[in-house]
C-alpha cells in the first residue's frame, strides 16, 4: 500500500514549530512527504469569525479550536498585526526543502483565499497568487511546482493560475483517483491528485473516534488498488496531535505500508498521461466539514 503525505502549513506559529517537528517525526519513520506553505501574512485572527460560526468544527468543540491554534494565532490579523511568514520563517522552510522534503505553496493569504476567492476576478486571483510565487522564488530560489489550495477551495480562476504557472501537479480537491479538472466547460491542463483520506480534524471529537479509534480507523480506509492521499497539519498533527500521529505513522508501517513524494506519485501518473480521465471539479460538502470544498465528480 501506498501513502503520500501533503502537509498544509497554515499559520506562523504552525510553520515555526509545527514544521520543525513533524518533520523530525517523519524522518524517524523514513518518511518523505510534501509541505505546502502559507507566504505571506498570517491573519488567521480573521478567520476566527468563520470558527465561531455555527457548523465550523462541527464536532470538534469551539474551546478546543482555541486549544489547537493557540490564542496568539487567533488574533493574528486582528488585535495583532498579521506577520509575514515567509519573511519571518524562510530559514525553516529552505530547511525543510534540504532535508529532501517536496515543498510547494498553499497561499500567500490562507484567509483571503479561503474565505474569498469565490468572489474574486481572475485579475484578483493572479495578483493574490502571483505573491505566493514570488515570495516561494524568493526563498527555495526557484519556481514552485505545485501548489494545494487552503479550505479545499477551487475555482476556473484559480485553476487556470495554476495553469499559466506551469505546474506538475496540484492538489485541491478531496476524491479518489487522478484527474484533469472541468470547471466552467473548460478542461484544465494542470493535473489533480485528490486526497483521498479523512483529515485529522474531520475525525476528531467525533464520539465514534476517540482517539484510540483513529490509527485503526485509517489502516482499514486504506487501499491497494491505489495510491492514498492524506493531508496532515502542521498545527494539527505536528502540534497538539503530534502523539497520535506517532501512532498513525506506527500503525502505516507495521500495515507495510510504503510512503511516496507527491511529485513523484505525479510523474509516475502523468506517464500515462492519455489515459487519464477528464471530470468534472465540483463544490460539494463532505463529511465533517462545514461549507462546501472542491471534489471530484463523476464523468
Ligand atoms: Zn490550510
Same mark, same amino acid.
Given at each position: ?35 505546502? &506553505? ?7 485572527? /480573521? ?8 457548523? &465550523?468544527?462541527? /464536532? ?22 498579521? !506577520? ?8 525553516? =522552510?529552505? @530547511? ?9 505553496? #498553499? ?11 469565490? *468572489? =474574486? ?28 489550495? $487552503? ?24 476524491? *479518489? ?11 484544465? /491542463?494542470? +493535473? ?11 475525525? +476528531? ?7 484510540? /479509534?483513529?490509527? !485503526? #480507523? ?14 496532515? #497539519? ?5 502540534? =497538539? @496531535? ?19 513524494? =507527491? ?13 487519464? $480521465?477528464?471530470? $468534472? ?19
Amino acid at each position: 500500500m501506498i501513502v503520500a503525505l501533503k502537509v498544509d502549513v497554515d499559520t506562523d506559529r504552525g510553520t515555526r514549530e509545527g514544521v520543525p517537528a513533524l518533520a523530525a517525526l517523519l524522518e524517524e519513520f523514513s518518511a518523505p512527504a510534501s509541505f505546502l &506553505f502559507s507566504l505571506g501574512p498570517d491573519n488567521t485572527g /480573521k478567520a476566527i469569525r468563520r470558527v465561531f460560526r455555527p457548523g &465550523f468544527f462541527q /464536532k470538534v468543540s469551539r474551546t478546543s479550536v482555541v486549544k489547537m491554534y493557540g490564542i496568539r494565532t487567533l488574533l493574528n490579523g486582528t488585535l495583532l498585526p498579521a !506577520p509575514h511568514i515567509g519573511q519571518r520563517h524562510a530559514d525553516v =522552510m529552505r @530547511k525543510i526543502a534540504a532535508s529532501g522534503f517536496e515543498t510547494g505553496i #498553499h497561499c500567500n493569504d490562507h484567509f483571503k483565499w479561503q474565505d474569498y476567492l469565490s *468572489e =474574486m476576478s481572475l485579475d484578483e486571483v493572479r495578483e493574490e497568487f502571483d505573491r505566493a510565487l514570488k515570495e516561494y522564488r524568493r526563498i527555495f530560489g526557484h519556481d514552485a511546482a505545485t501548489a494545494g489550495a $487552503p479550505g479545499w477551495q477551487a475555482t476556473a480562476n484559480s485553476r487556470q493560475v495554476y495553469d499559466e504557472a506551469g505546474f506538475l501537479y496540484a492538489s485541491d480537491t478531496r476524491g *479518489e483517483s487522478a484527474f484533469f479538472p472541468q470547471m466552467e466547460g473548460r478542461v484544465f /491542463k494542470t +493535473l489533480e491528485i485528490p486526497s483521498t483520506l479523512p483529515t485529522f480534524d474531520e475525525l +476528531l471529537g467525533r464520539p465514534e473516534f476517540p482517539d484510540e /479509534k483513529i490509527a !485503526p #480507523h485509517y489502516v482499514n480506509l486504506l487501499r491497494s488498488d491505489r495510491p492514498n492521499i492524506l493531508t496532515i #497539519h502542521a498545527e494539527i498533527e505536528g502540534m =497538539m @496531535k503530534r502523539p497520535l500521529f506517532r501512532e498513525l505513522l506506527a500503525a502505516f508501517t507495521e500495515n507495510g505500508v510504503r510512503f511516496v513524494r =507527491m511529485d513523484d506519485l505525479a510523474r509516475e501518473i502523468l506517464a500515462d498521461r492519455e489515459r487519464l $480521465p477528464v471530470q $468534472p471539479l465540483v463544490m460539494a460538502e463532505i463529511d465533517g466539514r462545514s461549507g462546501q470544498v472542491a471534489t471530484q465528480g463523476v464523468a
